[in-house]
């Protein structure tokens, strides 16, 4: 293995008179841990890198996985390297027992992490693929020439099962960056406060470019020769941004689910229908779809909507991927008073429908948005839902979505190549698979921020995955209440109560909740409805005022024009009238149950209540309400 950058490391000590060092396994591990502790800026004065705690964790679970390919045999060689780094630096007096012992125990501590994500196929880059495939091929990855001929009889890339080039494509371009940054900052940090066991890189390394050098290094660290030919003769095998023209699209789709949740990793309802066709690219797909979203984009000449393409799409697949309304779409866009309640709703999908569009008669129009629509408000909508009509077709051309009268949306096809475009830049978008296998606070965390109709369907999805037993019921019940508790998202938590269905629920189940200090009065009320009995004594005093809270704040959320504060107050009082205390003890045990929703709800009944105590707040999402419009 030759060594021509990052030589000051001490490798040649560590290694000397090491009977490991016969074992090329062990002196490649000794290589990348010396040198990336090194790069981490690990104190050098001993002639090694002493390692710490922190620096241990660090490479072992982010740098390793980035930039060294190692077979699962040759795993075990690096904690081994660390663990005798440890002994060594001890020797030289730099470390007594005890921080050595601490050091140890955080190398085995990590030790499974670390396996993990050496073997996460997310973690690959273009040189870790290739490099496991030229051992899996037995090519010698130290032979530059074995290298370049395996590289040069190879004419397509074949990722990994469950990966996309893009993917591997985005891994390489964030892990070279990351390189450069670890170079040029040991770079910097040597000029500034040179270390007595030399400078990591000489000025004559750094003349020739970080890249060189990160080159040589990830060379040796997987295979001789592979980042010059993939940068080279071979650069086919290895695209980088420039073939892939969709990731603009993407970088949008991602701007749209951060403008909606504020985080990429709140995750999507998974849509209700899989769909893998294996004589399409997913990518080709994805470029055809970006090229015909540019092209409405600067298509001067093109509909009112065209350069909502993106919006829309996005829009399609957060719904759930269900059909919507063109005429309800444009009305949002209009700034139509639209009910909430129906905003998501799902259309249904005619079996056939006339070509030409047509807005819906005035009955069905004001079904779809929810309120009393005049013949002169269809005639005043209907040139803005003609163009909606006319951006959806252009989208239809593509045959990713589709059209049928009034109502449109995805694909299976358009389905897959969407949630490609978001998870290929980081956006959660699972499917039924991953969903199915969440924990039940996982699935009701996220049910929390979708339309009431894909919660409902993806959590009767996640109960018929665990057998609709007992126990998978009890853990949801449990998850409505303590998942966003002390938070001003905890009351529409609870509301996912609303999308289970009720006569599903086993009987013992909902008996189990009846002690639940939050649950506890939903769960009773239900097994009264189905007649069961039910003893309402075990119910506790908080889960009462929690559901009376609800429905009140129900009442309260603008879910009509005006709300009735004089009935809202009847409807507290008549409660109150009796809770053991009165009106200020419901109140106090409302505050105490859920201090956001009782100081908002109670403030609009005129009950005044101290501000809440500071809670577990987090980024509040866009409202669902909340449409972009032109």
């Given amino acids: 293995m030759a060594v021509t950058v990052l030589t000051n490391t001490g490798l040649e000590t560590f290694l000397d008179g090491t009977p490991e060092s016969r074992d090329p396994s062990y002196t490649r591990a ?26 241990v ?14 077979t699962p045999e040759e795993l075990a060689a690096y904690p081994a390297v660390l663990v005798a780094l440890t002994e060594r630096v001890r020797e030289a007096g730099r470390l007594n027992r005890k921080r050595q012992a601490r050091i140890v125990a955080a190398i085995m501590e990590t030790g499974p992490d ?49 990966l996309h080039r893009a993917d591997l494509m985005n891994r390489s371009e964030f892990v070279g960056m990351m390189l450069a940054e670890l170079l040029t900052g040991a770079y910097m940090r040597d000029a500034e406060a040179p270390s007595p066991a030399g400078p990591l890189l000489s000025d004559e390394d750094v003349s020739h470019g970080v890249g060189r050098v990160a080159g040589e290094l990830l060379d040796r660290w997987t295979a001789e020769g592979l980042s010059g030919a993939l940068a080279g003769p071979y650069a086919h095998l290895a695209p980088g941004p420039e073939a892939f023209p969709h990731l603009v699209l993407a970088d949008t789709l991602l701007d749209e689910h951060l403008d909606y949740y504020g985080d990429s990793w709140a995750p999507l309802p998974p849509p209700p229908m899989e769909a893998h066709d294996p004589q399409r690219s997913v990518e080709a797909g994805a470029d055809l779809l970006a090229a015909a979203v540019e092209e409405m984009k600067g298509d001067e000449n093109g509909g009112l909507y065209d350069g909502e393409a993106a919006h829309l799409l996005y829009a399609l697949y957060q719904r759930g991927s269900t059909a919507e ?15 909430p309640r129906l905003e998501d709703a799902p259309v249904l999908v005619p079996a056939k429908a006339p070509e030409e569009y047509q807005v819906p008669p005035v009955p069905e129009l004001s079904r779809l948005v929810g309120s009393a629509i005049t013949d002169a408000d269809r005639t005043r909508l209907e040139p803005s ?21 009034d109502a449109f949306g995805l694909t299976p096809w358009g389905v897959e190549v969407l949630r490609y475009l978001l998870r290929v830049r980081g956006v959660a978008a699972p499917d039924a698979d991953e969903a199915a296998a969440w924990d039940a606070p996982t699935i009701i965390a996220a049910a929390e921020g979708w339309s009431a109709s894909a919660a409902s369907r993806v959590l009767a999805d996640w109960l018929r995955a665990h057998g609709n037993t007992v126990e998978a019921w009890a853990q949801l019940l449990t998850a409505l209440g303590t998942v966003n508790a002390g938070t001003s998202e905890a009351a529409a938590t609870r509301a996912l109560f609303g999308a289970l269905d009720p006569e599903a629920a086993p009987v013992e189940a909902l008996r189990g909740a009846l002690d639940d ?77 859920d201090p956001h929703t009782a ?18 707040e987090r980024a509040r999402r866009r409202p669902r309400s909340a449409r972009r419009t032109r």
């Fill in 517 to 593: 200090p939050v649950m506890g009065a939903y769960a009773y009320g239900v097994l009264r409805a189905r007649g069961e009995p039910a003893d309402e004594t075990r119910v506790p005093p908080s889960a009462r005022a929690v559901l009376i809270l609800d429905r009140l704040s129900r009442r309260s959320a603008g879910r009509t024009a005006t709300f009735d504060t004089a009935a809202g107050r009847t409807a507290f009082d008549t409660a109150a009238a009796g809770w053991p205390g009165g009106a200020p003890a419901l109140a106090k045990e409302m505050a105490a149950a």
């Fill in 599 to 616: 100081s908002r709800t109670l403030r609009a009944l005129g009950i005044a209540l101290p501000a809440p105590g500071p809670g577990k």
């Fill in 114 to 162: 670390f396996e993990r994500a050496m073997t996460d196929p997310a973690n690959l880059t273009w040189q870790r693929w290739y490099a496991s495939l030229l051992i899996a091929d037995g090519v010698d990855r130290d032979d530059p020439a074995a290298v370049r001929a395996w590289l040069a009889a190879r004419d397509d890339v074949t990722p990994p099962d469950g």
């Fill in 325 to 339: 309304s063109v005429a309800r779409r444009a009305a949002e866009f209009e700034d139509w008073p639209v009910d």
């Fill in 57 to 70: 964790r660090h490479v072992l679970v982010e740098d390793l996985p980035a930039f060294v390919y190692a």
């Fill in 385 to 405: 839902a003609r163009a909606m009509a006319d951006t959806v077709d252009r989208l239809a051309a593509t045959r990713m979505v589709f059209r049928t009268g």
């Fill in 30 to 55: 000794a290589d990348a841990l010396l040198g990336l502790l090194s790069l981490r800026g690990a104190d050098r004065r001993s002639g090694l890198p002493e390692p710490t705690v922190d620096l």
